[in-house]
């Protein structure tokens, strides 16, 4: 069965710092996976996706994920925090279904509440 | 996401009442979700719909029923709301897949639903 895991509930680092968010996944098959964001009271929005290419996916707002087969990750990154990134991210996967399916379902992480201080 | 609307945003309802949440979109899409969020648990699907005919049930489907009335428009109802239902739903869409790539998901801004 499909799955992610993101294992840290909470991720905190000072403004200007890197930051990363991790996920790990587990499919039948190669992976697509994605990243996604929820801002306070707003729905999710999208930040970026692997699909097939180059394992370093650039992103919105400055973030970026490298996909990792061997360790089966996919870790959200950014080289400088700011406070504005203070959110709620979610990491999700889908694996490839023949053409035609029924399937089609992201599966979601638990999320990772990230915080930036000033 | 303007483009991925929810009414109503916020409802407090009593056990036992009957209770619809509605999503309307503008994107041209096809295919629509409902999801339904708790905290710690990420969000779970709770039926998904790939054109005006298809309704699928998703992994948490007890309880709740859907209605696809138009490309645009897909309805989640709580028959008898309990208050376990009580959580955030949001509803989201995305376009058919092309070559197998598969595409984002736009998500509306979400109802708070709290069951008394």
């Known amino acids: 069965a499909q799955s992610v895991a993101q294992p840290e509930d909470q991720v905190n680092v000072a403004e200007g710092n890197p930051l990363t968010v991790k996920c790990t996944y587990s499919?039948?098959?190669?992976?697509?996976l994605f990243w996604y964001v929820q801002y306070p009271n707003r729905g999710l929005q999208f930040l970026l996706k692997?699909?097939?290419?180059?394992?370093l996916v650039k992103g919105s707002y400055g973030f970026e994920a490298e996909f990792n087969k061997s360790q089966t990750s996919f870790h959200l990154k950014k080289p400088s925090a700011l406070v504005s990134d203070s959110a709620l991210y979610f990491c999700a996967v889908r694996d490839i279904v023949p053409r035609g399916s029924t399937l089609g379902r992201l599966y979601f992480g638990r999320g990772t509440q990230l915080t930036v201080w000033p | 996401d303007a483009d991925v609307t929810q009414t109503p945003r916020n409802r407090i309802t009593k056990t036992g009442k009957r209770i619809m949440l509605e999503c309307s979109q503008t994107k041209g899409h096809d295919r629509m979700y409902w999801y339904r969020q708790d905290p710690g648990l990420g969000l779970r699907l709770i039926y998904y719909s790939f054109d005006v005919k298809d309704i699928n049930k998703g992994e948490i489907s007890d309880g709740y029923s859907v209605s696809r009335q138009a490309q645009a428009k897909f309805s989640l109802s709580l028959e008898s709301a309990i208050p376990n239902q009580t959580a955030l739903y949001f509803c989201?869409?995305?376009?058919?897949?092309?070559?197998?790539?598969?595409?984002?998901?736009?998500f509306g801004p979400g109802t708070r639903l709290t069951v008394l």
């Open positions: 692997y699909i097939t290419g180059d394992n």
């Open positions: 499919v039948s098959g190669n992976p697509y």
């Open positions: 989201a869409t995305s376009d058919w897949p092309r070559q197998d790539v598969y595409n984002e998901q736009f």
